[in-house]
């Protein structure tokens, strides 16, 4: 049975005198289309979080629920917004890096320490810690996850309204077998990210 | 984004739902031009409302119904103005609401709409 996520992480950078702990995580890296998105959160010492454990593992409504509560009582919020283009131009990687650097450099002030999902940020002036699995294990890794699905998900429900065609609506840029038929019927749109092979397939007929 | 935006951005939505739920009908949000945003514009029975929508995570401060300084309420105007002329709507009535929003989360937070909060400054008030 897997634990909640706790702040057994963030209580050994605190005390080890790190004073600003931001949690970093991203969403949509997997889908083929629309942007990744990336936020970095600094929780209080002392906060109760009601319901709050990896973004997969919660409804639509739980997250929301989840989210409305880190609105009020997070420290700070950094969010960082990369487009298909981007992640065209670079790598799904790299984009998500800079994602995540662009979310970590929205904190005033900056944070000292970093706890990331696996990942490290060359080019950021903090202690970083890459903590596998940390989205279910780590309190401020879970809270940055569940904000950056919660924000990709409105910007995909704002793609809805410019491309209808797609359903992005319900599997917000995934690759369902409903979008993979939309796909191949009315050919990629400019959210797409052309360098996945099933757009690039899409792309060519 | 900081979380001023994200706040920001997340007050829209609640405003923009508020709105509807009293028979306004959003036309735009983030108008934006070289002079800067609207947050939203509405229908409201013919009536062309330009909307300012300020938010506050929680009671500190004194409310955000101070926020709407005079040099925010010219440009809000100024901004009106280039909308109706863009749009083609000159002669249309237009009014100017303030949406105030205390608190973040959904559950908790209060809501109030100010319709008419403040006029035009009477030299921009003809386009």
Same mark, same amino acid.
């Given at each position: 049975m897997p634990r909640d996520p706790d702040d057994a992480f963030e209580c050994e950078a605190w005390t080890r005198g790190f004073r600003r702990v931001a949690g970093v995580d991203e969403a949509g890296r997997g889908p083929l289309a629309g942007p990744v998105v990336a936020a970095a959160v600094v929780l209080p010492r002392r906060c109760r979080l009601d319901g709050l454990r990896d973004s997969k593992l919660l409804s639509e409504r739980q997250r929301e629920h989840v989210y409305a509560q880190l609105l009020t009582v997070a420290v700070d919020i950094g969010v960082g917004v990369v487009d298909a283009g981007v992640i065209d131009a670079l790598n799904i990687l790299e984009a998500t890096r800079l994602a995540m650097a662009q979310a970590v450099r929205h $904190?005033? +002030?900056? +944070?000292d320490y970093l706890l990331l999902d696996a990942v490290v940020l060359p080019g950021i002036a903090a202690e970083q810690r890459a903590v596998i699995k940390g989205d279910r294990l780590c309190r401020s890794i879970a809270a940055a996850s569940i904000v950056a699905k919660v924000l990709r998900d409105r910007l995909m429900s704002r793609a809805h309204v410019r491309y209808p065609q797609y359903g992005f609506l319900a599997h917000k840029g995934y690759g369902t077998a409903e979008h993979l038929r939309q796909l191949q019927r009315y050919g990629p749109c400019d959210l797409h990210r052309r360098s996945f092979a099933p757009v690039r397939e899409a792309a060519v007929r | 984004m900081s979380i001023r935006a994200v706040i920001g951005s997340e007050g829209e939505r609640a405003a923009a739902e508020f709105l509807e739920a009293r028979g306004y009908r959003i $036309?735009? !949000?983030?108008? !934006?031009?070289r002079l800067g945003e609207i947050d939203l514009v509405a229908d409201e029975g013919g009536t062309l409302v330009f909307v300012e929508v300020k938010v506050r995570r929680n009671d500190r401060f004194g409310g955000p119904a101070a926020a709407i300084t005079s040099a925010k309420q010219a440009r809000i105007a100024r901004l009106a103005q280039q909308y109706v002329v863009s749009r083609r709507l000159g002669g249309r009535p237009c009014r100017f609401d303030v949406v105030l929003i205390w608190g973040a989360d959904p559950r908790t937070r209060r809501i109030e709409l100010l319709p008419g909060a403040f006029d035009a400054p009477a030299n921009r008030s003809t386009a």
């Open positions: $904190l005033t +002030p900056c +944070p | $036309l735009e !949000r983030n108008y !934006r031009t």
